[in-house]
């Protein structure tokens, strides 16, 4: 089923880790008025798991379960759910982690992710996963964004992470990798990837003509060559090659300084600290990860999975209906 670009967007919402506030948050945001208002919502998780979750924290769970999207309608005004339905699920506990929660968890990104890749849903956005569960499961895991390259056949590496809360945008050209691995990856090459990617999907949300800094490595961005040669012989040519194929793109700068600029749309930083720190300083809990390269809009929430707080009916939304808005408009300019 191909999209019309002049019907709402249909966003699929992968509910997360099952011990964890991820169903709470992903139903909180499904049934949010300004959400129901920007696209169709398509809840995709275990039926089970997000009827007690609902119990648990006094929300509505009125669902219509189908077994594909394609030829859904929203007109009854249930809410649609993909049942990814495990005979695990009902041996969690709420709180707790184990190998169930992890296969639970991954096989409902998996399914939401096959369905943007089928073209019957316009995005994913997922909710936190717990990575000990995972763990636990087996599988090779250090994040979504490898998750999606690999499940849209995508080397690791291919994919990158934008942190966006309100107008702030971080690329990683680096993740989850030690320091000394990360500082092995950091080639001309591939800064200069991530510089095109993120200009790609910088357009991709609706920004005609993006503007983009790029960060040192070292202290002060090497304080020319004092701290190191990264910036001189890596970073600083992929600059200049990227920006000489009309890309506006400029740096390296300190980055711990490069954030006080307000006239750009997307920071590039080289580490997982260097946007990190930053994200989760300034927009604690309202920060949401776009995974960009891949072939599919896919975005998660950057906080945890909040197993303090689960069946509380306390956890905030805010992060998931920010990031459901981000790539509904997304989809609406862009068809």
């Known amino acids: 089923m191909m999209i019309m670009g002049h ?3 249909i966003i699929a919402i992968a509910t997360g880790d ?67 339905r495990s005979n695990e699920a009902a041996d969690i506990a709420f709180g707790s982690t184990s190998a169930a ?19 019957q849903v316009d995005a994913v956005v997922a909710a936190p996963q717990n990575q000990t569960s995972i763990a636990l499961a087996g599988i090779e895991f250090d994040g979504y964004p490898s ?30 990798v030690g320091v000394r691995d990360a500082i092995a990856l950091i080639t001309r090459e591939r800064v200069g990837h991530v510089i095109g990617v993120a200009d790609k999907s910088l ?57 006080h600029n307000t006239d750009v749309d997307a920071f590039i930083v080289m580490l997982h600290d260097q946007g990190h720190i930053t994200a989760k300083l300034l927009a604690r809990r309202s920060t949401a990860g776009v995974v960009i390269g891949s072939p599919i809009l896919f975005s ?11 069946g509380k009916g306390v956890a905030d939304p805010t992060a998931m209906i920010q990031a459901i808005g981000r790539l509904a408009s997304a989809k609406a300019q862009r068809p």
């Open 18 to 84: 099952p011990a964890g506030i991820g169903p709470e948050i992903s139903l909180k945001a499904a049934l949010d008025p300004a959400v129901r208002g920007m696209c169709r919502p398509v809840m995709v998780g275990d039926a089970s798991v997000i009827e007690r979750h609902a119990k648990a924290c006094g929300l509505p769970a009125d669902f219509r379960v189908i077994a594909q999207v394609d030829g859904t309608d929203w007109l009854d005004g249930r809410l649609p759910l993909l049942d990814c």
């Open 203 to 259: 357009k991709r949300l609706g920004i005609a003509n993006p503007k983009i800094y790029v960060s040192g490595l070292n202290p002060h961005a090497g304080e020319g060559g004092l701290f190191g040669r990264e910036e001189i012989d890596i970073i600083k040519p992929a600059i200049d090659a990227a920006a000489a194929q009309g890309i506006r793109v400029s740096g390296p700068f300190g980055a711990d300084t490069m954030f």
């Open 101 to 119: 929660s992890g296969r639970v968890s991954l096989a409902a990104a998996r399914a939401a992710i096959q369905a943007a890749l089928d073209h």
């Open 7 to 9: 019907r709402k967007p």
């Open 300 to 310: 998660s929430v950057a906080h945890g999975s909040g197993h303090d707080i689960v």
């Open 147 to 176: 998750f999606v390259a690999r499940e849209t056949g995508l080397g690791r590496h291919d994919v990158y992470l934008m942190l966006c809360f309100d107008d702030l945008k971080i690329v990683h050209c680096t993740l989850h």
